[in-house]
């Protein structure tokens, strides 16, 4: 199993550029999320999806939008990519809540720069 | 609310001797808590995790965690730091808010082990 992947892996974004970043897991998850990291501050949810053709907000969606076409792939697009947004992101899996199984398993992250 | 304080944001250690992360959280009710460790430029792995079983937890690579719910801790220790071991590791609260379990994270503590 590969577990959950990430493309692309590094990337550098002119302001106002727009980009896709791919997540895709092979563990038949229900739940998948995309957080980003900026130093100092752990990881923040940006958008999360308990299904197929579902999406949430998380705690930092503005300026991002998301979707879940397939059940095994999650999309996280910037349609006009500003420098504030450079950071790394990771996606994560996981099974429905349910005490005992409620760990998310993380994608190795994208590294975006944003000029 | 839930929150989660590690207390150092830097430790560094002597290869061979003891490390000890400290963590610090706040919940409302019984929580689950893990420890994930990030080596660089890498993904987020899961060490360990508690969620109201036994409150000495043991994980992945010599590390364990002991939960004190009199002292609101999850301190994650390991008796002899290896060259390996040198990372960031994020203490981690889980509360279930709009239909996912939602991870709450601390700022992390970056670790480094000299020879």
């Known amino acids: 199993n590969a577990g959950v992947t990430q493309t692309p892996k590094f990337r550098v974004l002119k302001t106002g550029q727009s980009m896709t970043l791919l997540c895709a897991q092979d563990m038949n998850h229900e739940y998948m999320y995309w957080y980003r990291q900026d130093p100092g501050m752990g990881l923040r949810l940006i958008h999360y999806s308990v299904g197929e053709g579902t999406t949430a907000k998380g705690e930092v969606p503005d300026g991002y939008n998301v979707s879940r076409l397939k059940k095994q792939n999650f999309l996280l697009g910037l349609e006009s990519a500003a420098p504030s947004q450079t950071s790394v992101y990771f996606c994560?899996?996981?099974?429905?809540?349910?005490?005992?199984?409620?760990?998310?398993?993380f994608g190795p992250g994208t590294r975006l720069t944003v000029l | 609310a839930q929150s989660v304080t590690q207390l150092d944001s830097h430790v560094s250690v002597s290869e061979g001797t003891p490390v000890l992360l400290r963590c610090n959280y706040s919940?409302?009710?019984?929580?689950?808590l893990f420890w994930y460790v990030q080596h660089p430029n890498k993904g987020l792995q899961l060490l360990l995790k508690y969620t109201s079983a036994a409150t000495l937890v043991k994980g992945i690579n010599g590390f364990e965690a002991e939960f004190k719910k009199s002292e609101t801790s999850f301190h994650l220790t390991k008796p002899s730091a290896h060259m390996s071991d040198a990372a960031e590791y994020f203490c981690v609260v889980t509360t279930f808010s709009g239909g996912y379990n939602k991870l709450i994270f601390g700022a992390g503590t970056r670790l480094a082990v000299h020879p």
């Open positions: 994560a899996s996981s099974s429905p809540p349910a005490r005992g199984h409620n760990e998310q398993f």
């Open positions: 919940s409302s009710y019984s929580p689950s």
